[in-house]
């Protein structure tokens, strides 16, 4: 008794094969769609740019004129925003992966405080200008300043450099924490000079990737009541500032007032991607240069 | 003849005491636990100085848990738990006045996979020293070229010290990492199957390495090579399922044993 039968398989393939043709199609055109629409979005952003991106837009302060307006107030206010970022995040984020990864023995409050980590990271960020606005601005009595706004965006962050300084930790290899271990070297001897090193470039590509998101978030910026229109370029961690992200927000809401708002407000997207592409980029240089040697 | 009776018993006690004197680490009722898991049952076990005492026995029988309880690196796992005393040189490892950093100066250890760190040679060698406080350049210098050359492989490496020691073949690598454990000036010297990752020529000159050490460490060796157990060691001790099945001269052990586990074990019956 014969079940396959070579006539049937044979009227069938021509279908077959269309069939598995047609599903490689599908799926390339799918994955091809998101890039699409990036790169038409793109495109627009960078006609409209054209013509208004040149060292006087990046040098000049802010103006309602859109032909002498700049966005130096809004580069530099996002420089500063940084300059509490980075060392914030890394301080805080740092400590609190090596006291997970090396010092914390699995009890409750270890997988509290990773559950609370996870979950702080799916938290949206308005609610975290919200915690800035009532505990930095108001609490704190900070003011909307760039101290308070920093504060805030580490917060909203620290997830970033937490999940990536712990995994850079845990893929230290055992072995060279027990030679330096048996050597009697104490914990945090052998954290300082043996883990932390050789963690490093995992830890710089997380502090970067997160400084990349900070540097593109706008909703906090919104909540703590960072102001539309300031001329005056800050100096200080206390003064009054407004950053990239804000500026193209507020000049894409004007543009109905002023169109060529809307071509400003295309001119900082372009440098702000321009900052963000360098910086992921850095961080993927550095994260293939170090990769694994040992 | 009554005399000489007396005058061998007074050799012996003699001889006696002479050992004592000279054993380094004493092991008395040692058990211990991961979790529910009872690894290591009533050890008995006195280490003599300046020889070479080999542990060998089937895996899992509890070789490598005793070597590492022997610096405390078993309690990394925090799971462990254990009982009775482990003296090394007349202290308790186990008291609490008894810093593990401590420990761990005066006793070194051999991994079974060669770990030097992604440094230089010359930063692996002096991080044992450095973290004990040398910071003096030309001292550091001395201790380099002095323990490179205990673990003979100064000729080796002695003009490119500031390479990466991962530019090391593996067998070097793991006579640096000996190197660097002497940098310390340790007493005794736990090596964890020091061999087993290499090939049979780095094998040799680890063993003759380990033959030249002996002069002036104590030298504990687990290993899963029953030849290389009776190449280079003084006394053997067989493991199984925990415990000391039976601890003597090397060539007893392998010549005579009094247990019968043990003379399966090394003809190859089991294991």
Redesign the interface.
Known sequence: MQFMDMKVVQSRMSKRLLLNQMTKWLFLASAIFGLLVLAVLLYRVIVDSLGWINIDFLTSVLSTKPEIAGIKGAILGTVWLMIIVGPVTMALGVSTAIYIEEYA??SKLTSFIQTNISNLAGVPSIVFGLLGLTVFVRLFGIGSVILAGGLTMSLLVLPIVVVASQEAIRAV?S??R?????????KW?TIK??VL??ALPGILTGLILAISRAIGETAPLVVIGIPALLIPVPTSIFDRFTAMPMQIYYWTIDSVLVAEYAYLAAATIVILLLILFTLNSLAIIIRNKFDR?? | MNQVILKQKEQKEIENRKNESSIVYDTKKLNLWYGNTHALKDIDLPVQERSVTAIIGPSGCGKSTYIKTL?R?VE?N?EVRTTGKVHYRGRNIFDSSYPA?????RV??V?Q?P????KSIFDNVV??PK??GITDKKILQKIVEKSLRGAAIWDEVKDRLKE?A?SLSGGQQQRL?IA??LA?EPDVILMDEPTSALDPKSTLKVEELIQELKQNYSIIIVTHNMQQAARISDKTAFFLNGEVIEYDETDKIFSNPVDKRTEDYITGRFG
């Open positions: 023995r699995p290899p072995y060279l027990e030679a330096s271990y048996g050597m009697g070297a104490t001897q000079n043996v090193p050789v040697r040992y | 610096n690196m990394m925090p950093e401590e420990l761990r100066t070194g250890m991994f996979k770990n030097p760190f992604p991080y044992g973290i004990h990466n991962y990492c660097r454990c310390v």
